[in-house]
């Protein structure tokens, strides 16, 4: 089956720089990859995604990339504000019922 | 507007014992799943639903059962609760065509 492997599990930043987490996927056949964050006590909530049509995908600080051939992603933070730190999913579908996410990346912006 | 419910947030249960963890959504949405958040596990999906009726396997599908009677409800069954099963436990939703899904604020369960 499909399967996502994220890296880094844990990121430390200072405030104002640039934070990138980078996913891989297995599924040649994956076409949405989707990008979530998840605060404290809360559900993941979407902040960007990408489709396998697209290579690159910016929305204000927030910015994704996708490499079809070589099978990975990456999620790009830049100039992080305290606001930013989060558990951090990406995800891959291949389908249209289900979506498979990687093991989250926990982001801290050191002040 | 509700989004995706879930109920309740915290529950603890004695190894053996059965419940139900109740989702429902009022987007008319066609897709439900159901996912469990462990530490360095990410999100496992348990089951899923592609409509009324239709449900299928995850990746973490044993000692689970689900149903979708109606498009908004899909309830996750603990059949006999194990200590594995503590966890977070988050139900998510989303229209046809892999648009966004959205997440309930999640079940806190304790089996001890």
């Known amino acids: 089956g499909e399967n996502v492997e994220q890296h880094p599990s844990t990121l430390s930043v200072q405030e104002g720089d640039s934070a990138v987490i980078k996913c891989t996927y297995s599924?040649?056949?994956?076409?949405?990859f989707p990008w979530y964050k998840q605060e404290l006590g809360k559900g993941p909530q979407l902040i960007i995604d990408i489709r396998s049509n697209v290579g690159e995908k910016k929305d204000q600080r927030i910015a994704v990339t996708l490499n079809k051939t070589a099978k990975h992603f990456s999620l790009h933070i830049t100039e992080t504000q305290p606001e930013d730190s989060a558990v951090y999913f990406c995800a891959a579908s291949f389908r249209d019922d289900k979506i498979i996410f990687g093991k989250g990346t926990r982001l801290h912006i050191l002040p | 507007n509700a989004g995706v419910t879930q109920t309740p947030k915290f529950q603890v249960l004695k190894t053996g014992q059965s419940m139900t963890l109740q989702c429902a959504q009022d987007m008319n949405h066609e897709y439900m799943s159901w996912y469990r958040q462990d530490p360095g596990m990410g999100l496992r999906l348990i089951h899923y639903s592609v409509g009324a009726g239709i449900t299928d396997q995850g990746e973490v599908p044993n000692g689970y059962n689900v149903s979708r009677s109606t498009t908004e409800d899909f309830p996750l069954r603990l059949l006999s609760a194990a200590p594995s099963q503590t966890s977070v436990y988050f139900c998510?939703?989303?229209?046809?065509?892999?648009?966004?899904?959205?997440f309930g604020q999640g079940t806190r369960l304790t089996v001890v």
């Open positions: 599924d040649s056949a994956s076409n949405y």
């Open positions: 998510a939703s989303r229209g046809q065509g892999r648009t966004e899904a959205f």
